[in-house]
Structures are given as structure tokens and as C-alpha cells.
């Protein structure tokens, strides 16, 4: 079965950065999508940006131009960078991967205070 965990949330002001990491572990085949979410208070989970191993990437509407997502295929580690952070990006961070059965790793906490 995959892990995951995730790493490098913390607590920022508006117009702040930070760069999350996942690691994906355990026995698995190539890994083709790997993707973030967030779970903000009170709303549900939500994606916010996937990459392929093609390199084919979406994002969220809201963080578009502001978060970057990329990936080590090697090392099976998907990063986001964040800038120009807002209130509003505070939640849980979780990633990710098109591999069945996976469960959601603890994810990392970021909040954005104003």
C-alpha cells in the first residue's frame, strides 16, 4: 500500500509563501497524477492543483498565477509553492495519487492570518 505524508505547512501573513511537500512511499508502479487538496474550515475538500508525469498541469481557479505545483517522478514527491498567500488559502493541505486504494496521508496544516 502507498503512504503519503505531507510537510512544510506553518503560519504566514497575507502576502506570505510557503512550500509544501508530499512524499509517496511503499510499494507502487509509476505514478501517474499526483495531486493537492485542502479542506478550509467548514467547507469541503477541495483540489486545488494536479500534475501529470507528462507534465500536464491544472489549477484551482483561486490560486492560479499564485501557486506552482511540480513533482519529482524519481523520488515520487509532489511540492506546491505558495505566494501571495490570502486568508482564505487556510486549511489542510493533503496530497494525492492516481494509485487505487491509497489513503488520504494527515496533511499539513497552513493558516494565513490577515
Known amino acids: 500500500q502507498v503512504q503519503l505524508v505531507e510537510s512544510g505547512g506553518g503560519v504566514v501573513q497575507a502576502g506570505g509563501s510557503l512550500r509544501l511537500s508530499c512524499t509517496a512511499s511503499?510499494?507502487?508502479?509509476?505514478?501517474?497524477?499526483m495531486a493537492w487538496y485542502r479542506q478550509s474550515p467548514g467547507k469541503q475538500r477541495e483540489l486545488v492543483a494536479h500534475i501529470t508525469n507528462g507534465d500536464l498541469i491544472d489549477y484551482e481557479d483561486s490560486v492560479t498565477g499564485r501557486f506552482t505545483v511540480s513533482r519529482d517522478v524519481v523520488k515520487n514527491v509532489i511540492y506546491l509553492d505558495m505566494s501571495s498567500l490570502k486568508p482564505e488559502d487556510t486549511g489542510v493541505y493533503y496530497c494525492?495519487?492516481?494509485?487505487?486504494?491509497?489513503?488520504w496521508g494527515p496533511g499539513t496544516q497552513v493558516t494565513v492570518s490577515s
Open positions: 511503499g510499494e507502487m508502479r509509476e505514478i501517474n497524477t
Open positions: 494525492k495519487v492516481q494509485v487505487p486504494f491509497t489513503p
